[in-house]
Antibody, heavy 119, light 110 residues
Framework: QVTLKESGPALVKPTQTLTLTCSFS??????????VNWIRQPPGKALEWLAR???????LYTTSLKTRLTISKDTSKNQVVLTMTDMDPVDTATYYC???????????WGQGTLVTVSS | QSVLTQPPSASGTPGQRVTISCSGG????????VDWYQQLPGTAPKLLIY???QRPSGVPGRFSGSKSGTSASLAISGLRSEDEADYYC???????????FGGGTKLTVL
């Protein structure tokens, strides 16, 4: 059974760095073609893809936030970590991690974690 | 402003067939697979269609996807009240080097 769960602070202050952890089970990120993505959704708005990391440690970031994002993985712990620097109130959103395998879409998602940026 | 354009809303009555469009361009839809996601209120998105027209196991046959040129479509036949949700298209964009989502379509079952 594949599960993913996001964890991190619910509240961060402007200019702080956000660190989110995606803990997963039921699959291995060392399997060829496997990837974990981070997607966010501001309240009442659309989904926005942020970053992904693959079985081969290949990392990709959305162009608009590339300078602020870092994604990493710990295969032994079955975790993927996303850090976002210089947080701003516009970054208030529910952050999801999701598994994707090759080009088969993101088939498993975490429940999401709401992060509010406020002083 | 999303790279992929979806109508903000759609509606239908129970039993009807509804289609939701997703318009893109040569760097995204034309050259890459399109996925569709359903997001029920207060829940995480769920993969509905992958690789343009493939249904994951467990997704009813009432849902179907298609792609032609720079556009893709999601069709829902035999509309049911539980289909009321937000629907998002997604694909890869070769120019941006990342995944892109449409702005979402809110489906109302009247």
């Amino acid at each position: 059974q594949v599960t993913l769960k996001e964890s991190g602070p619910a509240l961060v202050k402007p200019t702080q760095t956000l660190t989110l952890t995606c803990s997963f089970s039921g699959f291995s990120l060392s399997t060829s073609g496997m990837r974990v993505n981070w997607i966010r959704q501001p309240p009442g708005k659309a989904l926005e893809w942020l970053a992904r990391i693959g079985w081969d440690d290949a990392k990709l970031y959305t162009t608009s936030l590339k300078t602020r994002l870092t994604i990493s993985k710990d295969t032994s712990k079955n975790q993927v970590v996303l850090t976002m620097t210089d947080m701003d109130p516009v970054d208030t959103a529910t952050y999801y991690c999701a598994r994707s395998y090759s080009t088969y879409g993101s088939d498993y998602w975490g429940q999401g974690t709401l992060v509010t940026v406020s002083s | 402003q999303s790279v992929l354009t979806q109508p903000p809303s759609a509606s239908g009555t129970p039993g009807q067939r509804v289609t939701i469009s997703c318009s893109g361009g040569s760097s995204n839809i034309v050259s890459n697979y399109v996925d569709w996601y359903q997001q029920l209120p207060g829940t995480a998105p769920k993969l509905l269609i992958y690789r343009n027209d493939q249904r994951p196991s467990g997704v009813p046959g009432r849902f179907s996807g298609s792609k032609s040129g720079t556009s893709a479509s999601l069709a829902i036949s035999g509309l049911r009240s539980e289909d009321e949700a937000d629907y998002y298209c997604a694909t890869w964009d070769d120019s941006l080097g990342g995944q892109v989502f449409g702005g979402g379509t809110k489906l109302t079952v009247l």
